[in-house]
């Protein structure tokens, strides 16, 4: 949360000065999807003081909220039950930078209250286990996919399925140049937004992408979809393909949080 993750995220880059208001080159919008990177925060809780951290982050929202000001956090997801992630957009790390000094700022912002709300929020961080770190995801623009109808994001999606994994060689990306066009032939109707945690794990990460958890299950699989159009044999030794150029694979349901998103 508020110093906690603050002081992780400093460690990225050389000390500056505190911001009162957003720098001038914090231009990027918070929820821009074409954007290069992520500014990314995992949160990861112990599930019997969840409770406990989705309160301080509510009463300090409200907080927020009463003096017309954010914190700059960003959206957040909540994976696999008791892990939140942050997901914040910009173009540049001068821009990343003065993401961070409009962070450490806030309590600034708030003026004389500013401390003492910010121990309240402070608490909320009794709950975090490991892993609790911030990374920076760079844009995989090459591995996304836009299904028809309205166009998904991270930021829009009603419900995402997130697949991590470390990919260890080139044929994955050629096993994903005819899966990506197979899948709009057969208007596969799930998206997908892909990232590379360029500052972090130096894993892929992968969100495929609907409207609500009804839609993607009634969707069936990438393979099925791409099958109809390059059969099942070529479908399968694609998909086999892609497997074989990765490892340490994860995958969970995520759904939005946007009752936790900065107010940007």
Known sequence: MSRCWL???????????????P?????TPAYDASAKFRAVHIDTLDPKLQHVFEAARLE????????????GRGYFLQRAG???ITLRSFNSFSEYEALRDFRAGVGERIGPDGADAGERYDRGDVALLAPHNSEVWSKLDGFDYSGPGRRLTEYTAGFLQMVVEQVRSDAYQEAWKQI??????????IGRA????????????????????EAFRSSGSPEQAVAKTLGPTKAAALFARLRAACSDVEVDEVVPRPDFASPE
């Open 180 to 189: 990506g066009p197979a899948l709009a032939l057969a208007k596969y109707p």
């Open 23 to 27: 720098s001038a080159a914090l231009t």
């Open 82 to 84: 008791s892990t939140f």
């Open 194 to 213: 892909s990232f590379f945690s360029s500052l972090g794990s130096g894993r892929h990460i992968t969100f495929w992408l609907a409207e609500n958890r």
């Open 60 to 71: 300090w929202l409200k907080v927020l909220a009463l003096h017309h000001t954010t914190d």
């Open 7 to 21: 002081s992780l995220l400093l460690a990225f880059l050389a000390p500056g000065s505190l911001a009162a208001a």
